[in-house]
């Protein structure tokens, strides 16, 4: 099975496909962490802003709450 490992934070990374395993390298490539333990969070978060971005539909049609705080 055709496998490789990140160099910058060492993630392996394998598929049946080479295909496939050259399309996983690209996407991680781009969301790569660079050190383990670090964010990987591709979106930055503003503490102070985390009310929702669109309060129309923060509840469903029964009014219960659609994302969890």
Avoid at 4 to 12: A, L, T
Avoid at 13 to 25: G, S
Avoid at 50 to 66: A, L
């Amino acid at each position: 099975m055709p496998e490789s490992s990140c160099p910058e934070c060492g993630k392996r990374l394998f598929h049946e496909n080479e295909d496939t395993l050259k399309v996983q390298e690209t996407v991680h490539s781009k969301f790569c962490r660079k050190k383990m333990g670090e964010t990987h969070s591709y979106m930055h978060r503003d503490p102070a802003h985390m009310s929702t971005f669109d309060p129309e539909r923060e509840n469903d049609s029964t009014g219960t709450p659609v994302l969890k705080k």
